[in-house]
Every structure is written in C-alpha cells, then in structure tokens.
C-alpha cells in the first residue's frame, strides 16, 4: 500500500495544480452553463428552473438556422486556411527554405499579428476594408477609375475568414515547422539520393510523419474557432443584419447585451454539445485509436 502511495505521490504533485485549475475554468463553467440553461435568469440575477422552454425558444428563433449556417461555413472555411496554410508556410520556411535564419525571420514576421492585441489586429482589417476611399482596397480600386465599395456590408463572412484564418494559420505553422524539424535529415538525404521529386517528400516522408500535429492542429483549431468570437465582434459585430453571427457571438450578444442569462445559456450548452460531438467524429475520422496502437511489422 505504502508503495502504491509513494508511487502516485509524484504524479499528484506535478499534475494536481493544473488538474485543478482544469476543474475551476473549465468543468465548472461548463457545469453552471448547463445549470442556467434551464433558467430564466435575467438581468435581476433571479432565476427559476422552467424546463425545456429556452431550447423551444431556440428552435422557435427565426434567426437561428442562419446563424448555425454563418457558424459552418465560418468554422469550415477558416479550419482550411489555419491548418493547410499554416502546413504551407511551415513547409516554405522549413523545407523549401534551407537557411534556418531566414526561415525564422518569416515565421517570426507571421507571428506579430497573433502576439498583436486583437483590437490592433482588427483596426489594420478595418482600414484594409474601409468604405471609403481611403481605405487600402477602394484606394487600389481608384487606380483604375473604379468607386469605393462598401465591403463589410456586401461580404461580412468572407472579411472574417480571411481575417481569422490568416492569424490562426500562425499556429499552424509553428506546430508544423517544430514537427517537420524533428524529422530525421537521413530520411531528406536518402529521398535527395533517390531523385525524389518535392512532392514525393511531402507525401512519403513529411506528412506522414506529422499526423498527430496535423490531428492535434485540426481539432485544437476547430474547437477555438467553435468558441471564439473576439475578431468577429471586433469586426463586424455579427452584422449586417446576422450576416456574420455566430453561436458563440450569438451567445454573448443574448446573455450580456440583451441580459437574456438563461437563454445565452442555453446557447452555450448546444455549443458544448456539438464541440464533444465533432471531437469525437474528429478523432475516429484522424483513426487515434491506430495512430495510438503498436507498430506491426510484417
């Protein structure tokens, strides 16, 4: 007994601060959401449990099979840029470029917009889609005679996933790079001696030895962008007209903008929900659980 003690003692040293603060910001919210989602909590903070009826008013609420479409297309389409442009830029300055200190001054330059403060981020995109004629993409179209466009109007969703996905592809590429760089250079060699094309590395030697970082990349970036909605408040706010809202945005305009607790909950909850289920699709379509078994040499 005394073993077992003492051989779990380490473990429990290590881990227990941060299995704690798992519980405290993680598990507890998640449980309080699914409390409240079931309440009419309001902006007096008083609350009674009545049931299903946030989840009827969910479905009841004409706006909300647009914004679980805007929440698809805006998860899907920028999922794409953070993890295959980010593979890309990984590739570019690991691979294709050679000399290490070059490599790190673009991974570094790709890096300033994720360690810039959100509002700096978005305020650059802002002037960049800027209706007026100062702004970067109506000044290009002045060149050519052409009037100023109102782009955030008339394009909501597309300004947002190129905004999102051109700083979540930083992540990727920092992941990746580490990734590709710890594949041994013999294997690089050997391929270089065979006469093997770019291609070929890539898709004997390279990507398949990046499947977890590739795996990890996709759910990790798929859960944040389910989540978040920082750049598109920022942004757009989710307008014009729901044109860019979101679950998530949705949620935080419902509990603390129309002081709708209770309901804002509720959204939350739905959104807890599919996160699990898409993880657990994600993780059976990535194959984790042969990825996790024993080699088998044949």
């Given at each position: ?60 609420d004409p706006n909300i099979g647009l914004i679980l479409k805007n929440t698809a297309v805006y998860v899907g389409f920028t999922l794409l840029i953070n993890v295959f442009f980010g593979f890309f830029l990984a ?126 990349v996709t759910i990790w970036q798929f859960l944040s962008l389910l989540t978040s909605y920082e750049y598109i408040l920022l942004l757009t706010d989710g307008g014009p007209l729901y044109g860019s809202e979101v ?52």
């Amino acid at each position: 007994m005394n073993v077992q003690k003492s051989k779990w003692k380490l473990p429990a040293v290590m881990l227990g601060p941060f299995l704690l603060l798992i519980l405290l910001f993680f598990f507890l919210p998640v449980l309080l959401i699914a409390v409240l989602a079931f309440t009419d909590m309001d902006s007096a903070m008083r609350w009674e449990f009545h049931g299903l009826e946030n989840f009827r008013k969910m479905i009841a609420d004409p706006n909300i099979g647009l914004i679980l479409k805007n929440t698809a297309v805006y998860v899907g389409f920028t999922l794409l840029i953070n993890v295959f442009f980010g593979f890309f830029l990984a590739l570019f300055t690991t691979y294709f470029i050679q000399r290490e200190s070059l490599g790190l001054f673009f991974r570094t330059v790709w890096m300033l917009p994720r360690i810039s403060p959100p509002v700096v981020y978005v305020l650059l995109w802002l002037w960049f889609f800027d209706p007026s004629e100062y702004g970067i993409l109506n000044s290009f179209r002045s060149l050519f005679g052409l009037p100023p466009e109102p782009w955030l109007n008339a394009g909501p969703m597309p300004a947002v996933i190129v905004a999102n996905g051109l700083i979540g592809a930083s992540f990727g590429m920092i992941i990746f790079s580490s990734a590709i760089k710890s594949i041994p250079k013999e294997r690089f060699f050997a391929a270089d001696v065979d006469g093997a094309s770019h291609w070929s590395v890539i898709k004997d030697i390279i990507f398949p030895a990046i499947r977890w970082p590739f795996m990890f990349v996709t759910i990790w970036q798929f859960l944040s962008l389910l989540t978040s909605y920082e750049y598109i408040l920022l942004l757009t706010d989710g307008g014009p007209l729901y044109g860019s809202e979101v679950l998530a945005l949705y949620s935080y305009h419902k509990a603390f903008q129309h002081f709708e607790f209770g309901y804002g909950s509720a959204v939350s909850l739905i959104l807890v929900i599919i996160a699990v289920v898409c993880s657990l699709l994600l993780w059976r379509f990535f194959g984790m659980k042969r990825m996790m078994g024993s080699a088998k040499i044949e």
